[in-house]
């Protein structure tokens, strides 16, 4: 079992910065892959980063070169840095974790925190 729980949403005007952070209820180091989804109003909920096994990272295209994640093993938690947010960006953003256990897979979702960036 994991939990996880993010923090670090709120209003920002478009151009500004957030951080989120994901705190993982255990050891992150060992997880096959960890990172951050957001659901938009209206909208599908969609990958916007991502590590996977290796430390190999992907990102949604539109937040490439704006959003970064990086995580610290030490803390158990992911974070995920936006810069230069758009109104577009506005969404419910989700922590999400994939742990493996012989063929099968377990996937683990936060409560979601909300992220509103205003034009």
């Known amino acids: 079992q994991v939990q996880l729980v993010e923090s670090g949403g709120g209003l920002v005007q478009a151009g500004g910065s957030l951080r989120l952070s994901c705190a993982a209820s255990?050891?992150?180091?060992?997880?096959?892959?960890m990172g951050w989804y957001r659901q938009g109003p209206g909208k599908q909920r969609e990958l916007v980063a991502i590590?996977?096994?290796?430390?190999?990272?992907d990102y949604l295209d539109s937040v490439k070169g704006r959003f970064t994640i990086s995580r610290d093993n030490a803390k158990n938690t992911v974070y995920l840095q936006m810069n230069s947010l758009k109104p577009e960006d506005t969404a419910v953003y989700y922590c999400?974790?994939?742990?493996?256990?012989?063929?099968?897979?377990?996937?683990?979702w936060g409560q979601g925190t909300q992220v509103t960036v205003s034009s």
């Open positions: 999400n974790a994939v742990t493996t256990y012989g063929s099968g897979r377990n996937v683990y």
């Open positions: 590590f996977t096994s290796g430390d190999s990272t």
């Open positions: 255990r050891s992150i180091f060992s997880i096959y892959a």
